[in-house]
């Protein structure tokens, strides 16, 4: 099996012939490779991607933090960090940021599916932008959440002092970081102030 590699934007994504690797296969190569933050597209492609600089796993960290309060409070379900990767129905297998789903959903997979890249799309995700970053692909990565299911993600970003806040109905909604973000009916009573939290 060959590989053809185009680097783009600070990402390497490499493209295999036919069906490319199986989901144990590409599990397996994550787990060989855990210094690298890798994910695949609905395509195929192994997405590659260079490491954040400290101060994006500043705020990744304080972040989930929050998140993770927050739900210790509510015992409804499951705070994933940016290390969980997800199999979305469109094939592709993205590891955002943060993320949250029910025990219901949680629990509906096997230990097999818990222990791999959960088969599963979850309730909300949030994506952090880096000083690397391009705005599009994460865009575009945000939309095959929604699409596939996701019930409300947030884009955040720290240069441009925004979050974009996609809902299940498709609206999408930007609130400046010295305004309330809320978890709406998806995380009830999640509220983060990020021009606070990102000090």
């Known amino acids: 099996m060959t590989a053809v590699a185009n680097q783009f934007e600070g990402v390497l994504a490499l493209a295999f012939p036919e069906k490319g690797m199986s989901d144990d296969e590409f599990f397996e190569f994550c787990r060989l490779n855990r210094g690298l933050k890798i994910e695949r597209n609905a395509a195929g492609e192994i997405i590659i991607m260079s490491p954040t600089g400290s101060k994006t796993g500043i705020r990744n960290a304080k972040f989930n933090l929050a998140l993770g309060i927050w739900n210790l409070k509510d015992n409804r379900g499951e705070v994933f960090d940016s290390s969980a990767g997800f199999k979305l129905p469109n094939g592709a297998t ?29 309730d909300f995700v949030v994506e952090i932008r880096s000083k690397s970053d391009s705005l599009k692909p994460i865009q575009e990565k945000i939309g095959e959440f929604m699409e596939c299911g996701c019930q409300l993600a947030w884009l955040i970003d720290p240069f441009l002092q925004k979050t974009t806040v996609y809902q299940a109905d498709g609206s999408e909604t930007e609130v400046p970081f010295d305004e309330v973000l809320t978890g709406s009916a998806v995380l009830p009573g999640f509220e983060v102030k990020l021009s606070d939290l990102f000090k």
Do not use: C, R
């Open 94 to 122: 993205y590891g955002p940021d943060a993320a949250w789903m029910t025990h219901e959903k949680w629990n509906s997979l096997t230990p097999d599916e818990q222990e791999s890249f959960a088969p599963i799309v979850p």
